[in-house]
T-cell receptor, first 112, second 111 residues
Framework: DAGVIQSPRHEVTEMGQEVTLRCKPI?????LFWYRQTMMRGLELLIY????????DSGMPEDRFSAKMPNASFSTLKIQPSEPRDSAVYFC??????????FGEGSRLTVL | GQQVMQIPQYQHVQEGEDFTTYCNSS?????IQWYKQRPGGHPVFLIQ?????EVKKQKRLTFQFGEAKKNSSLHITATQTTDVGTYFC???????????FGQGTELSVKP
């Protein structure tokens, strides 16, 4: 079985550009999570969905961040405009019935 | 707010020594999970604890959930170089709710 698939694996962009991160959860999973990992702040929950519906987005830093889940097999996290402080590894994870999380390999974002 | 505190932040041990990391929440947890992240990798699930006072073992790893369901620990006996990585606890306050990660404990093992 394929695990959680994230793209791109690495992204280098300039300040002010739009960034879109993509995630394909494990088939059949009903929860999807977006986390951000930095040395300073650790693993922060940004937003999570249940059955494609956003449940809690209180971790989204500001209006520059938005996330969507148009169907059960796809989610995006968008940053517009991007800033250097957004540089981090962004993880997508999925789970079934709120059980263990399966993480993707992560998307390493560098904003210059 | 809901927060899970984890200590220590770093632990350096000699191979063969034991290692313990602790997690604490100010409010009662529904359950707690533990993950391991190797350098450059992604977090990988180790175990979930649900019941008050629960103890689970996986080979050299022992996981405990406190009686009040506010704290948890992971103990590794006789560490090996393959144990290197960052260990995270993650607490859930409501069944099916969001999972809040502790800051992690980075373990290094000197051969």
């Amino acid at each position: 079985d394929a695990g959680v698939i994230q793209s791109p694996r690495h992204e280098v962009t300039e300040m002010g550009q739009e960034v879109t991160l993509r995630c394909k959860p494990i088939s059949g999973h009903d929860y999807l999570f977006w986390y951000r990992q930095t040395m300073m702040r650790g693993l922060e929950l940004l937003i999570y969905f249940n059955n494609n519906v956003p449940i809690d987005d209180s971790g989204m830093p500001e209006d520059r961040f938005s996330a969507k889940m148009p169907n059960a097999s796809f989610s995006t996290l968008k940053i517009q405009p991007s800033e250097p402080r957004d540089s981090a590894v962004y993880f997508c994870a999925s789970s079934f019935l709120g059980g263990e999380l399966f993480f993707g390999e992560g998307s390493r974002l560098t904003v210059l | 707010g809901q927060q899970v505190m984890q200590i220590p932040q770093y632990q350096h041990v000699q191979e063969g020594e034991d290692f313990t990391t602790y997690c604490n929440s100010s409010t009662t947890l529904s359950n707690i999970q533990w993950y391991k992240q190797r350098p450059g990798g992604h977090p990988v699930f180790l175990i979930q604890l649900v019941k008050s006072g629960e103890v689970k073992k996986q080979k050299r790893l022992t996981f405990q959930f406190g009686e009040a369901k506010k704290n948890s620990s992971l103990h590794i006996t006789a560490t090996q170089t393959t144990d290197v990585g960052t260990y995270f606890c993650a607490g859930r306050y409501n069944q099916g709710g969001k999972l809040i990660f502790g800051q992690g404990t980075e373990l290094s093992v000197k051969p």
